[in-house]
C-alpha cells in the first residue's frame, strides 16, 4: 500500500512539474512521498523510490515549458537529486537504527521477561518502570498494573517502608545495597534477596534505581544443611579422631581439616600445608616405608591403606593409618591424593595388651594342672596340654575330632551335649557338672567340667575347664561310707549309753534304793526297841543319813534315765526336770508344749530331752540368767525345741571356734545327738542379749531299732 501511494504521489508530482514552467525548486515535491517510504516493509525501499523521482526530476527538466536559465534549472535539478539520495540513505540509516533498536528491545524484553530473577526499575519518585515477569509470578501482579506506581500503593506498608528506605540508601549513598526479605508466599515463609543500584547518565546524575530479586529460600535451606553436615562431620571427625587431607602431587601442597592439627599434636592452624611439613612427622623408622608405599600407590594409581608411627611435639610415638586414592587428569597422570588420616594409638595400645593377655593366658594355660578347653559349634577350639594329656590325645587330635562328644561315653552323650546346648542358649546358669569321660585308649574315667558361655569373633563359644576326679570320687565315696559307719558307730554308742544309764538307773532304783530303805526301817524298829538314852541321838542322825541317801540316789537314779521319759512321753519329763533345775538353781523356769498328738518315736524323745537337758545344765552354769523359757512345739514334719535365757550371753563366732577345736563338749554333743536323727541346733546369742537355743528334729525320718535289737544292745 505504501508502495502504491508513493508511486501514486510521484506520478501526480511529474504532471505538476511538466505542466508548470520550468522553474526552481520543483525537485523538492518530490521529498514528500519520500518520506513516506520509510513506512514500507523494504528497507531498501526508499533508494529504490529515490531512483525513480531522480528520472522523474531530470524528465521535468526536458518536458517542462522554458522557464529560468537552463544551466540554472540543470543545478538546481541537480542539488535535488542529491537532496533527494541524501534523504533516502538517511531514511534507510534510520530505518536501520530502528530496526536495530527493536531489535535491541526485543533481547531486553526477551532476557526480561525469560530472567529467573526478578528485575525492577524505579525513577527518583519511586515509581515503577520495570516490572519483569518473574517479579509478576511472586508478587502477584501484572506489568501494566505496576508501572507507574510506587511501593504504597499495592505492597503492604511495613514491607512498603522497608523498600522506600533502601531505595533512599541507595541514592544518598550511591553504592549497591543488599538485603534480605522474608514474605509469606502461598502460605510458606519465603526469603528474597533484594540489590539495588543506581542508574547515571552521561553527567553522572541520578536518572533512575534498578534492582534485583531472586527467592533464596532453598539457597539458604541448602546452606543451613550444609553447615549442619559439615557441623556433623567435624564432630564425627573430632569424635572418630579421624582428619582428612588433599594432596597436590605435582606441587606437594596440601589441604588439611582442621582436626589434623590434633592428630599430630600441633595447636590449631600450626600444620603447614605441605609434604615436607607431613614427612618431618613421621616416625624415623617408618619414613622409608611409607614413602615407598606412596610412590607405589601413585605409579600403580591403587589406592592406598597404610599404618605408621608419628611423633608429637612432645616426643610421644602415637599411631594413625592412612587411607587415600590417587585421582589422574584427562591424560592419566596422578593429580591429587585425597584421603583420611585415623588416629589408631588407642586400638594398637589395646591391640597390643590383648597380645600380652593372649601370650599370659597361653603360658598360664600350657602350666596349668587342670584342662582347659574352648568349644565352638560343638567341637574344640582349643585344648591346654594338660586337657590333651588327660584323655590320652595330642593337642593336634583333640582340635581335629569331629565333635567334642567323642570323648563322652555313650549314656552320657545326650546328656552332655543337652547341657552343652542349654548353656550356649543362657537356659542354665553356668555351674560346674560330672560325666564319665573316654580316653584314647578306651579307659574311663569321672570329669567334672565347668564352662561359660561368651562370644568370640561374634559367635558363641563355650571355654572353661576339666578336672579327672576319678580318684576323688572314689575317695568321697569311701568317705562316705567311713562317715556312715561312724554316724552308725555313734548311734549305736549312744544307744548303748542311754540302755546302760537305764540298767544303772533301775539298779540304784531296786537295789541300793531298796537297801537302804530296808536299812532305815532298820534302824527305826532298833530306835524304837532300845531304851538306852545314850544311842538315840546316833540313831536318828544315822537315819537322816538314811534319808539322804535315799534321796540322793533316786536324783542321780533320775538324772541318768528319767523313768517317767519311757513311762508318760516328752513333755512330762520336760515339765518335771524344767521344775527340777528351777528348785536347784532358784531360776523362773517357763514351760510351754504345743500339741504334739500321739507318743513321738523313742530314739526323738530321747535325743530332744538330752538336748534340753545340756542347754538347762548350760544356763545353770555360765548364764547367771534369771529367767528362762522352753517351748516345744510341732512344725508338721518336724519337732522344734526353743530355750531362751536372760543372761550374760556370748559370742557364737568365739564358741562355734572353741567347739572346732573340742573344747566344748556340750555344744557338740548337742549338735551331734541332733544330726544323728537328721535334725540340726542353731544358737543365737550376743553379749548381755541372753541366748536361743533351737533345735529341730524330723519326726517322719526320726528312726529307732526294733525292742527286740534294743533289748540285745542292753543285755
Not at 544443611?225 to 594432596?247: H, K, P, S, V
Not at 582340635?399 to 549314656?411: D, G, H, R
Not at 516328752?570 to 515339765?575: E, G, K, N
Request: hydrophobic fraction near 40%; include cysteine.
Amino acid at each position: 500500500m505504501i508502495i502504491f501511494v508513493t508511486l501514486v504521489l510521484a506520478a501526480g508530482m511529474l504532471a505538476f512539474d511538466i505542466v508548470t514552467p520550468l522553474g526552481v525548486g520543483e525537485w523538492g515535491m518530490y521529498i514528500v512521498p519520500l518520506l513516506f517510504t520509510i513506512r514500507a516493509r523494504q528497507r531498501w525501499y526508499p533508494y529504490v523510490f529515490a531512483g525513480i523521482c531522480t528520472v522523474m526530476v531530470i524528465l521535468g527538466v526536458f518536458c517542462s515549458a522554458p522557464g529560468i536559465n537552463s544551466t540554472v534549472a540543470m543545478l538546481n535539478r541537480g542539488v535535488g537529486i542529491a537532496v533527494l539520495w541524501i534523504t533516502a540513505v538517511l531514511l534507510v540509516k534510520r530505518r536501520q537504527v530502528e530496526e536495530a533498536l527493536q531489535s535491541s528491545e526485543g533481547r531486553l524484553r526477551a532476557i526480561l521477561d525469560h530472567s529467573p530473577v526478578g528485575i525492577f526499575a524505579k525513577d527518583l519518585a519511586g515509581r515503577y518502570v520495570e516490572f519483569n515477569r518473574q517479579c509478576e509470578k511472586f508478587n502477584k501482579k501484572t506489568r501494566e498494573s505496576v508501572l507507574g506506581k510506587t511501593d504504597h500503593e499495592f505492597f503492604p506498608k511495613e514491607l512498603a517502608d522497608i523498600f522506600t528506605q533502601t531505595d533512599k540508601e541507595v541514592l544518598e549513598g550511591g553504592k549497591v545495597v543488599r538485603r534480605e526479605n522474608h514474605f509469606l508466599f502461598e502460605g510458606e515463609e519465603r526469603i528474597r534477596l533484594a540489590i539495588k543500584f543506581p542508574i547515571l547518565d552521561k553527567r553522572g546524575k541520578y536518572t533512575a534505581i534498578c534492582g534485583f530479586s531472586t527467592d533464596i529460600t532453598d539457597l539458604k535451606r541448602a546452606e543451613q544443611a550444609l553447615r549442619q553436615n559439615q557441623e556433623r562431620l567435624d564432630l564425627a571427625q573430632e569424635a572418630g579422631r579421624i582428619g582428612t587431607f588433599d594432596w597436590n602431587v605435582a606441587t606437594g601442597e596440601a589441604f588439611r581439616s582442621p582436626t589434623m592439627d590434633k592428630l599430630y599434636g600441633l595447636p590449631p592452624g600450626q600444620f603447614e600445608p605441605t609434604y615436607e611439613a607431613w614427612r618431618e612427622r613421621t616416625h624415623p623408622e617408618d619414613r622409608l616405608r611409607i614413602e615407598m608405599e606412596i610412590q607405589k600407590a601413585i605409579t600403580e594409581r591403587q589406592p592406598l591403606d597404610h599404618e605408621f608411627r608419628i611423633i608429637w611435639p612432645d616426643g610421644s610415638v602415637h599411631w594413625l593409618r592412612n587411607v587415600g586414592r590417587i585421582f589422574c587428569n584427562e591424560a592419566g597422570e596422578a593429580q591429587r591424593m585425597i584421603g583420611v588420616n585415623i588416629d589408631i594409638t588407642e586400638p594398637k595400645r589395646i591391640e597390643q595388651e590383648l597380645k600380652q593377655s593372649e601370650e599370659r593366658f597361653r603360658v598360664i594355660s600350657d602350666q596349668a594342672l587342670m584342662g582347659i578347653y574352648i568349644i565352638q559349634a560343638e567341637r574344640f577350639s582349643y585344648v591346654n596340654p594338660k586337657f590333651a594329656e588327660m584323655f590320652g590325645y595330642t593337642q593336634a587330635e583333640m582340635v581335629a575330632l569331629p565333635s567334642m562328644l567323642n570323648i563322652v561315653t555313650e549314656e552320657d552323650r545326650d546328656r552332655a551335649g543337652a547341657n552343652l546346648r542349654r548353656r550356649l542358649s543362657g537356659e542354665i546358669k553356668p555351674v560346674p557338672y560330672q560325666f564319665h569321660g573316654r580316653k584314647k585308649d578306651g579307659e574311663m574315667i569321672m570329669v567334672e567340667v565347668h564352662g561359660i558361655p561368651t562370644q568370640l569373633n561374634g559367635k558363641a563359644i563355650v571355654i572353661g575347664t576339666i578336672q579327672d576326679v576319678t580318684e576323688r570320687e572314689r575317695s568321697e565315696a569311701a568317705l562316705k561310707q567311713t562317715t556312715e559307719q561312724l554316724q552308725t558307730l555313734s548311734r549305736r554308742l549312744l544307744e548303748l549309753q542311754e540302755a546302760e544309764r537305764r540298767h544303772i538307773a533301775r539298779e540304784l532304783h531296786d537295789e541300793i534304793g531298796q537297801a537302804l530303805t530296808a536299812l532305815k526301817i532298820n534302824l527305826q524298829a532298833v530306835q524304837r526297841l532300845s531304851g538306852m538314852a545314850t544311842l538315840a541321838p546316833r540313831l536318828t542322825d544315822s537315819i537322816s543319813i538314811v534319808d539322804r541317801t535315799l534321796r540322793q540316789v533316786r536324783n542321780l537314779s533320775l538324772d541318768l534315765r528319767p523313768s517317767m521319759l519311757d513311762d508318760l512321753g516328752l513333755c512330762s519329763a520336760l515339765r518335771w526336770y524344767a521344775d527340777q533345775q528351777a528348785q536347784r538353781a532358784g531360776l523362773s523356769i517357763q514351760f510351754m508344749a504345743g500339741e504334739l498328738g500321739a507318743r513321738l518315736e523313742p530314739a526323738l524323745e530321747t535325743a530332744c530331752f538330752r538336748v534340753a537337758q545340756e542347754a538347762l545344765t548350760n544356763i545353770v552354769r555360765h548364764a547367771q540368767a534369771t529367767t528362762v523359757r522352753v517351748h516345744l512345739e510341732s512344725d508338721g514334719d518336724s519337732l522344734h525345741l526353743t530355750v531362751h535365757d536372760d543372761g550374760i550371753g556370748f559370742d557364737p563366732e568365739h564358741l562355734e571356734q572353741q567347739t572346732e577345736r573340742g573344747r566344748s563338749l556340750g555344744l557338740l554333743g548337742m549338735k551331734e545327738r541332733a544330726s544323728l536323727i537328721g535334725g540340726r541346733v542353731e544358737l543365737k546369742s550376743a553379749p548381755r542379749a541372753g541366748t536361743e537355743v533351737h533345735a529341730w528334729f524330723p519326726i517322719t525320718n526320726a528312726r529307732m531299732e526294733s525292742s527286740a535289737e534294743t533289748e540285745l544292745v542292753e543285755q
